[in-house]
């Protein structure tokens, strides 16, 4: 069964509470990386319809505060299907409700893989993207797999053939 992005479509709410921050008044890194986790987990389970755990987390760059009373806006949907692991993306914003304005906060990606009821790796939908951007994700995803998986030890640089084309012509 072939599903599109857009149906894994997830949009978290969130507001940013004492307990969430630092004390600079600062939203908690960690605690954001939490939200993202169960933002990305839901886009990935409607994708493939199973329930899963998280294989890997690529570097998350905090670019803007989010202050404590502000708003969280995440939204994570999958780019691209493999075997049994899929890739999401998430754009993170925050927002001032009261001053009315949104600014972005981060974006990342996260790493999917679907369990079988013994626990093990069980293949998936493929993925369909529509729009440009869904088109210009998945194709960058399977570079971006060869390089997390090469720096968690499962892939020798040497058999990364899509990362490879980027510098042999
Ligand atoms: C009772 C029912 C209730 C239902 C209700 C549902 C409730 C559900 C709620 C969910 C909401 C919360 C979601 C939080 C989710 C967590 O936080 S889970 C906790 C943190 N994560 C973990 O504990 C995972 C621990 N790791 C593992 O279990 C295993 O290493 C993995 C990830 C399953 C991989 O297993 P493995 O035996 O190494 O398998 P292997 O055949 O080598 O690889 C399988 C796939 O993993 C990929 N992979 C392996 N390592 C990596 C890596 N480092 N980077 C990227 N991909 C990798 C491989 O590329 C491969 O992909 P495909 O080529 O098949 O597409």
Redo the contacts with the bound molecule.
């Keep these: 069964m072939v599903k599109k992005a857009s149906e894994s479509l997830v949009v978290m709410t969130e507001l940013v509470l004492p307990n969430d921050t630092n004390n600079f008044g600062n939203l908690m890194g960690g605690r954001l990386m939490y939200w993202m ?2 933002a ?3 886009a ?2 409607k994708h493939c319809a ?7 987390v690529d570097n998350i760059s905090f670019e803007t505060p989010i202050k404590i009373g502000n708003v969280v806006h995440i939204e994570a949907k999958v780019t691209r ?7 999401v993306h998430m754009n993170v914003w925050g927002e001032d409700a009261i001053q009315q304005y949104r600014y972005k906060s981060n974006e990342a990606y996260y ?3 679907a ?1 079988d ?1 013994n ?3 069980r ?2 939908n493929a993925l369909e993207p529509e729009t440009d951007d869904e088109k210009k994700l998945f194709e960058g995803a399977l570079r971006r ?1 060869q390089i ?2 090469i ?5 020798k640089p040497e058999d990364a053939d899509e990362l490879k084309a980027l510098f042999v012509k």
């Design positions: 986790d169960i990305a987990a839901l990935a389970m199973a329930p899963v755990v998280t294989a890997s299907a493999f075997n049994s692991s899929m890739e790493t999917f893989v369990l009821p626990g093990k790796p293949s998936i797999r997390r998986l720096l968690g030890g499962k892939m």
